[in-house]
């Protein structure tokens, strides 16, 4: 019967088939995008909770009460609103069950939030500290669970979507070789080089959340999505059909000629203000050949990094304030015996020389408990008062003073303020001890001879000008204001202050400040200018 119908009726016929499964697969296609575009929302929303959680915790310890409401009016938000939508029998195991009840944890966390908020209970701050990881882990769950469902969802289009490639593909075969071959064989080449174009155009997920750049087998670049632009500063006229790759990933080469190309990697990527930044990065090829089509997806993880960073400075300090706590406990009846001991001693005895070893002794005792008194204060939870910068250096220097005698290092003062700002004493003196700490370590490295610092403080007409100067030799970075960028740092040793970031950010934010750095003479000099 087949056989008897006309060139034109088959190839009306065949293209009516073809004109159903495209209708098809169009139909399955928008649904799966929907799918996905939802599925992506729950599983940003999920991701979201696990940041405005270290969120919450990092304002809570550090007393930021403006921005914590708006973090526990987030983290509400998002719950009632994952919790609102249909779950899976997982999910809702996870959020209701008896294991680990992700809806009680959530909302207990977020009462003991607000009670701190209102009421600045330390209970309430306690119960947020100590939980935050807890409830981080199981965030992350959920944040698994949403991305599994997402995939069975994707998987399970996907295989529809086969089904109807199947029934494309046995449909072009059939019309090419009963209706195309024996018409056109130009019309099989053009074939063939549409189905090579759906094949690279399928490579691109312009939707997608990370960057997607396609390279060709001369690593020109084909594609630049959206997310690429956002997160390099490039439009798509200015990178497409260009070798500019290795400008955005300077180390592109390297990983290219890896023997691990598909190995995700964390490099250093650069956009067009010629700012660097860390990126999660992994290549796959299309098709067997991976010199046809190279597909990078890209992952800016600078905020990841920096709430990283956030978490290990809390912690840092916690353990810090933490081992001071319980030495102070373990050191302070041994030592208030032992005053009591010289005190009876020199009641006791007549002797002049051991009466004064006593009193020898009674001042180092005196000393001893005076140091353990500054470490608590210097680690110490406050609030933000008025105050005058002086309380922060001194400070600050009662915990390096026996550092600066053990290097021999010549400290200098400058002191004439007398006026007060407002804000918190102890971030101030962490930010000061930070840059006497680095310059120590840099003496030390370049074993300066005849090393010393100098601390000038003065008043101006609209700000109090504190300046830190030392011989060390300078800062041998260009260029210098990348000293306080936040993954700029080289240091593997550890330190009991603060970064440069950090330190720039709280001069900035809480006492809307400025920091810069300059090499003078033969040295470094840090000024500080506080608004009155």
């Given at each position: 019967?087949?056989?008897?119908?006309?060139?034109?009726?088959?190839?009306?016929?065949?293209?009516?088939?073809?004109?159903?499964?495209?209708?098809?697969?169009?139909?399955?296609?928008?649904?799966?995008?929907?799918?996905?575009?939802?599925?992506?929302?729950?599983?940003?929303?999920?991701?979201?909770?696990?940041?405005?959680?270290?969120?919450?915790?990092?304002?809570?310890?550090?007393?930021?009460?403006?921005?914590?409401?708006?973090?526990?009016?987030?983290?509400?938000?998002?719950?009632?609103?994952?919790?609102?939508?249909?779950?899976?029998?997982?999910?809702?195991?996870?959020?209701?069950?008896?294991?680990?009840?992700?809806?009680?944890?959530?909302?207990?966390?977020?009462?003991?939030?607000?009670?701190?908020?209102?009421?600045?209970?330390?209970?309430?701050?306690?119960?947020?500290?100590?939980?935050?990881?807890?409830?981080?882990?199981?965030?992350?769950?959920?944040?698994?669970?949403?991305?599994?469902?997402?995939?069975?969802?994707?998987?399970?289009?996907?295989?529809?979507?086969?089904?109807?490639?199947?029934?494309?593909?046995?449909?072009?075969?059939?019309?090419?070789?009963?209706?195309?071959?024996?018409?056109?064989?130009?019309?099989?080449?053009?074939?063939?080089?549409?189905?090579?174009?759906?094949?690279?155009?399928?490579?691109?997920?312009?939707?997608?959340?990370?960057?997607?750049?396609?390279?060709?087998?001369?690593?020109?670049?084909?594609?630049?999505?959206?997310?690429?632009?956002?997160?390099?500063?490039?439009?798509k006229d200015e990178m497409l059909n260009k070798s500019l790759f290795k400008k955005l990933i300077p180390s592109q080469q390297n990983i290219l000629n890896s023997k691990n190309i598909k190995e995700v990697k964390e490099v250093e990527a650069v956009n067009k203000n010629?700012?660097?930044?860390?990126?999660?990065?992994?290549?796959?090829?299309?098709?067997?050949?991976?010199?046809?089509?190279?597909?990078?997806?890209?992952?800016?993880?600078?905020?990841?990094?920096?709430?990283?960073?956030?978490?290990?400075?809390?912690?840092?300090?916690?353990?810090?304030?933490?081992?001071?706590?319980?030495?102070?406990?373990?050191?302070?009846?041994?030592?208030?015996?032992?005053?009591?001991?010289?005190?009876?001693?020199?009641?006791?005895?007549?002797d002049p020389e051991i009466a004064k070893e006593a009193l020898d002794n009674e001042e180092i005792i005196q000393f001893m408990s005076k140091t353990i008194t500054n470490f608590q204060d210097f680690y110490k939870q406050t609030g933000n008062i008025t105050f005058n910068?002086?309380?922060?250096?001194?400070?600050?220097?009662?915990?390096?003073?026996?550092?600066?005698?053990?290097?021999?290092?010549?400290?200098?003062?400058?002191?004439?303020?007398?006026?007060?700002?407002?804000?918190?004493?102890?971030?101030?003196?962490?930010?000061?001890?930070?840059?006497?700490?680095?310059?120590?370590?840099?003496?030390?490295?370049?074993?300066?001879?005849?090393?010393?610092?100098?601390?000038?403080?003065?008043?101006?007409?609209?700000?109090?000008?504190?300046?830190?100067?030392?011989?060390?030799?300078?800062?041998?970075?260009?260029?210098?204001?990348?000293?306080f960028e936040l993954f700029n740092s080289k240091k593997e040793k550890s330190s009991t202050g603060i970064g440069l970031y950090m330190s720039k950010m709280i001069i900035k934010k809480q006492f809307k400040g400025t920091i810069k750095v300059d090499n003078i003479n033969?040295?470094?000099?840090?000024?500080?200018?506080?608004?009155?």
């Amino acid at each position: 019967m087949f056989e008897r119908l006309s060139f034109t009726k088959k190839y009306i016929l065949a293209l009516t088939i073809i004109a159903c499964l495209s209708i098809l697969a169009y139909f399955n296609l928008t649904k799966l995008l929907s799918l996905q575009e939802n599925d992506t929302k729950l599983v940003n929303i999920s991701g979201v909770q696990k940041i405005v959680a270290r969120e919450i915790a990092f304002f809570a310890i550090y007393y930021k009460i403006s921005k914590l409401k708006l973090k526990i009016k987030e983290i509400e938000d998002n719950h009632n609103k994952l919790t609102s939508l249909d779950m899976s029998e997982e999910l809702h195991n996870l959020y209701y069950g008896k294991d680990i009840n992700l809806d009680q944890e959530v909302k207990k966390y977020i009462k003991n939030a607000k009670i701190f908020y209102d009421h600045r209970d330390g209970q309430a701050q306690n119960y947020v500290l100590k939980n935050s990881e807890k409830l981080l882990e199981d965030l992350q769950k959920a944040v698994n669970l949403y991305l599994s469902e997402a995939q069975a969802n994707t998987n399970k289009l996907k295989r529809v979507e086969l089904y109807i490639l199947i029934l494309t593909l046995t449909t072009l075969l059939f019309e090419a070789l009963f209706i195309f071959m024996p018409a056109n064989k130009k019309i099989n080449k053009r074939t063939s080089d549409l189905i090579r174009e759906k094949e690279f155009s399928n490579a691109v997920i312009e939707s997608s959340t990370n960057a997607i750049i396609t390279l060709n087998s001369n690593l020109k670049i084909r594609t630049f999505n959206k997310e690429a632009e956002e997160i390099f500063k490039y439009t798509k006229d200015e990178m497409l059909n260009k070798s500019l790759f290795k400008k955005l990933i300077p180390s592109q080469q390297n990983i290219l000629n890896s023997k691990n190309i598909k190995e995700v990697k964390e490099v250093e990527a650069v956009n067009k203000n010629g700012d660097r930044f860390p990126v999660r990065i992994s290549f796959g090829t299309s098709g067997e050949n991976k010199e046809i089509a190279i597909v990078a997806n890209i992952q800016d993880i600078s905020k990841e990094k920096l709430n990283d960073k956030i978490l290990e400075q809390q912690s840092k300090f916690a353990a810090l304030g933490e081992m001071i706590a319980i030495i102070a406990h373990q050191w302070r009846q041994p030592l208030a015996q032992l005053s009591f001991n010289c005190m009876y001693i020199k009641k006791k005895t007549k002797d002049p020389e051991i009466a004064k070893e006593a009193l020898d002794n009674e001042e180092i005792i005196q000393f001893m408990s005076k140091t353990i008194t500054n470490f608590q204060d210097f680690y110490k939870q406050t609030g933000n008062i008025t105050f005058n910068p002086i309380i922060s250096i001194e400070q600050a220097l009662k915990i390096v003073d026996s550092i600066l005698e053990l290097n021999q290092v010549e400290l200098k003062k400058e002191i004439d303020s007398k006026i007060e700002i407002y804000g918190n004493s102890n971030s101030l003196a962490h930010i000061v001890l930070s840059i006497i700490q680095n310059s120590i370590e840099i003496i030390k490295l370049n074993k300066i001879k005849k090393p010393s610092i100098t601390i000038i403080l003065k008043d101006s007409k609209e700000y109090i000008y504190l300046s830190i100067l030392d011989n060390a030799g300078g800062i041998k970075i260009q260029p210098i204001e990348d000293i306080f960028e936040l993954f700029n740092s080289k240091k593997e040793k550890s330190s009991t202050g603060i970064g440069l970031y950090m330190s720039k950010m709280i001069i900035k934010k809480q006492f809307k400040g400025t920091i810069k750095v300059d090499n003078i003479n033969d040295g470094a000099q840090f000024t500080i200018l506080l608004p009155h």
